[in-house]
């Protein structure tokens, strides 16, 4: 029973590491054109909400708010526009970004971290300029981005 029961919490200890949603943090200032062009373009896009829900727990903070300051000294952030993808356990930014102006960058870095690409040793960067050269995200069809 005792190794039997040992078992099952290893397995499902391994499940739940494996299952580990990524933190992703998006400081905002309020009147933000980029905040209302992010959440017309990413969070109100079905496809990608869907994505988001499943893969990450995500938090909109106004810049200013106590919960915006609390985020950013536990993670030891700037206090600027910007997105940031954190490893929860590892409190490590594993991506951010400060140029808000093209949501097609925040949509892909969706698609990367969700497929969990970063553990399979495949830079950002190079994910994000393969993207560009697709220019996924940037086609525009009844107001959204499609890959």
Do not use: M
């Amino acid at each position: 029973k005792i190794i039997l029961s040992l078992g099952l919490s290893l397995i499902f200890a391994g499940i739940s590491f494996a299952q580990e949603k990524l933190l992703v943090l998006y400081f905002y200032h309020e009147g933000s054109p980029y905040h209302e062009k992010i959440n017309k373009k990413i969070l109100k896009n079905k496809y990608l909400a869907k994505k988001i829900n499943k893969n990450f727990i995500f938090k909109q903070l106004k810049i200013g708010s106590k919960n915006a300051e609390k985020f950013a000294a536990y993670y030891n952030l700037e206090k600027k526009e910007a997105v940031y993808f954190i490893a929860p356990k590892s409190k490590k930014v594993l991506y951010s970004v400060f140029d808000l102006s093209k949501p097609c960058k925040c949509a892909n870095l969706i698609n990367y971290f969700s497929r969990q690409l970063y553990k399979k040793g495949i830079s950002p960067n190079l994910y994000l300029s393969r993207a560009e050269k697709l220019r996924a995200y940037q086609v525009k069809t009844e107001n959204s981005y499609l890959w």
